[in-house]
């Protein structure tokens, strides 16, 4: 079992920061990705950043450029620095974490940390 706990959410004015962390915990073989999606009030969740095993990272356009994914593999956490925030960052974000813990891979997901960009 997989269990991921997000942390750092919360109040900032627009040109803030923030940084969110998940950390995973429970019988974990390998982790091959871990991600940030958001969501906000009457969108759909959408991906917002991606860290692969291997380093390598990935983001929206909306984010790129202010967002960066990071990772500590021996403490399995993965972080989400968030620099020059706008109102349109504002939403629940929510960790994924594509693991094995036995054969074979399974996502697993937070349960969503607040964030909430406003003047």
């Known amino acids: 079992q997989v269990q991921l706990v997000e942390s750092g959410g919360g109040l900032v004015q627009p040109g803030g920061s923030l940084r969110l962390s998940c950390a995973a915990s429970?019988?974990?073989?390998?982790?091959?990705?871990m991600s940030w999606y958001r969501q906000a009030p009457g969108k759909q969740r959408e991906l917002v950043a991606t860290?692969?095993?291997?380093?390598?990272?990935d983001y929206a356009d909306s984010v790129k450029g202010r967002f960066t994914i990071s990772r500590d593999n021996d403490k399995n956490t993965v972080y989400l620095q968030m620099n020059s925030l706008k109102p349109e960052d504002t939403a629940v974000y929510y960790c994924?974490?594509?693991?094995?813990?036995?054969?074979?891979?399974?996502?697993?997901w937070g349960q969503g940390t607040q964030v909430t960009v406003s003047s």
């Open positions: 994924n974490v594509l693991a094995t813990t036995d054969l074979f891979p399974k996502s697993y």
């Open positions: 429970g019988s974990i073989k390998s982790i091959y990705h």
């Open positions: 860290i692969v095993g291997g380093g390598s990272t």
